[in-house]
Structures are given as C-alpha cells and as structure tokens.
C-alpha cells in the first residue's frame, strides 16, 4: 500500500522555524521527486518546493526562496523541508507528492493528506 505520510506542523510565531517530514512506503521512494506544496484557506493549490529523486537538485518558489530548504535521506525514505524565517501568509496546508516528471509537481502518482501549519503571534 502506497503512504505518503507528512508530519511536523504545528503553530509558530512570525519569525520562527518548523520542521516537516514527508515518510514514505509501498514505492520505489528513491525513483521519485518529491514535491511540497500548500494550500492556503481560500486558495489555490501552491508548489514551493521540489528534490530530485537522487537530491542532486531542487527548486523553490520565489515566496519560500532564502528561507525554506528541501532534502531528502532515501535510506529513510523521508524528504524534509526545513522552514525558517516564518510568515503568517507561510499559513497553510503542506502536502507532499511524489512524481517522476521532474520540474512538473503537479504531474503526481502519489500524494499525503497533509499537515498544518500555522504561523501567528
């Protein structure tokens, strides 16, 4: 059975950092990109983040650039995404997905029911 399984949210203050992971099984995890993206309460599904499947490369959107950081350990079947410097407009639901068209997160086989986040004083 197929699990993309993310965890890590929570609530932060502006200006602070979170962790989240994405744990996998049931796939091949290390022929797969992973991607995170987020979903805003009233908005649109938004793609920040991307690693290759062996991580020799990565993307990130221009409003998570300089702030977030992406990586991944295959012998754990995990990608992480560290976030740091948090804004309350960072606020959403992070899901993971994992594809093999590279650069096209939206092109997913697998996808996780997500995980919170909520940056607020």
């Known amino acids: 059975q197929v699990q993309l399984v993310e965890s890590g949210g929570g609530l932060a203050q502006p200006g602070g950092s979170l962790r989240l992971s994405c744990a996998s099984s049931?796939?091949?995890?290390?022929?797969?990109?992973i991607n995170w993206a987020r979903q805003a309460p009233g908005k649109g599904l938004e793609w920040v983040s991307g690693?290759?499947?062996?991580?020799?490369?990565?993307y990130y959107s221009d409003s998570v650039k300089g702030r977030f950081t992406i990586s991944r350990d295959n012998a754990k079947n995990t990608v992480y995404l560290q976030m740091n410097s948090l804004k309350p407009e960072d606020t959403a639901l992070y899901v993971c997905?994992?594809?093999?068209?590279?650069?096209?997160?939206?092109?997913?086989?697998?996808r996780g029911q997500g995980t919170q986040v909520t940056v607020s004083s």
């Open positions: 049931g796939f091949t995890f290390s022929n797969y990109n």
């Open positions: 997905a994992a594809g093999r068209v590279w650069k096209k997160p939206y092109d997913y086989d697998f």
């Open positions: 690693i290759y499947s062996d991580g020799s490369d990565t």
